[in-house]
């Protein structure tokens, strides 16, 4: 099992829709980030959460420490929006090691 | 300021053959970690280094190795390239602290033939 797990993997939907997008984890953390990446392969680092809620723009994230548990809202998506979300975690002292989801592949349709 | 930078951006070699990927961190970041990215595995952690020593080493073979320099420019190297080391190289910057955001450079395509 896979110590980052997201849900769901493909998620579609139509301009103006609230999304949500989960991610669990099974090991204790020190941060967790959430990253988005466009058809071409950059990264853009959108969070990074250790504990509560952090919001910018359309986008929220949440963490639950104790479930271990995270999630990514993004009200009234737009097109723009359609790309890959990845959430990730620092274990403990781990410098620079993130281990990362299998990532959700968002699809917002005009 | 300017971002993270990676060069080359492309890159297509033969089995066998060694490669070299270099990666620029935001001025004043002294941190740089590599990450490996394929449909099949996903991104993977490779190696962080901070000032110039590595701190942090991922699960991946000896032929993965790499390296920094004073002024943070870091470097990885790939030995005896496998055709399983197609992929989307990825470095990422930030100051070096534990809890920090890291930033992304756009990426090494590298394709073994």
């Known amino acids: 099992k896979n110590e980052v797990e997201q849900s769901p993997q493909n998620l579609t939907a139509q301009e103006g829709e609230f999304i949500t997008i989960n991610c669990s984890y099974s090991?204790?953390?020190?941060?967790l980030h959430w990253l988005q990446q466009h058809p071409g392969g950059g990264i853009v680092s959108l969070f990074m959460l250790s504990s509560g809620k952090k919001k910018h723009g359309r986008l929220i994230a949440t963490i639950n420490i104790q479930e271990k548990h995270s999630s990514l809202h993004i009200t009234a998506s737009h097109p723009r929006d359609s790309a890959v979300y990845i959430c990730a975690v620092r274990r403990g002292t781990s410098y620079g090691k993130l281990t990362f989801g299998q990532g959700t592949i968002l699809t917002v349709h005009p | 300021k300017a971002g993270v930078t990676q060069t080359p951006r492309y890159l297509i070699k033969t089995r066998g053959q060694q490669v070299t990927l270099s990666c620029s961190p935001i001025?004043?970041?002294?941190?740089v970690s590599w990450y490996q990215q394929t449909p099949g595995q996903g991104l993977q952690f490779l190696f962080e280094?901070?000032?110039?020593?590595?701190?942090n080493k991922g699960n991946f073979p000896g032929r993965f190795s790499g390296r920094q320099f004073s002024n943070s420019r870091s470097e990885m190297n790939v030995s005896t390239l496998e055709l399983g080391d197609s992929a989307l190289y990825l470095c990422?910057?930030?100051?070096?602290?534990?809890?920090?955001?890291?930033?992304f450079g756009p990426g090494t395509r590298l394709l073994v033939l």
């Open positions: 090991v204790g953390i020190s941060a």
């Open positions: 280094y901070f000032s110039e020593t590595q701190r």
């Open positions: 990422a910057s930030s100051l070096g602290g534990q809890a920090e955001t890291q930033y």
């Open positions: 001025s004043g970041h002294r941190s």
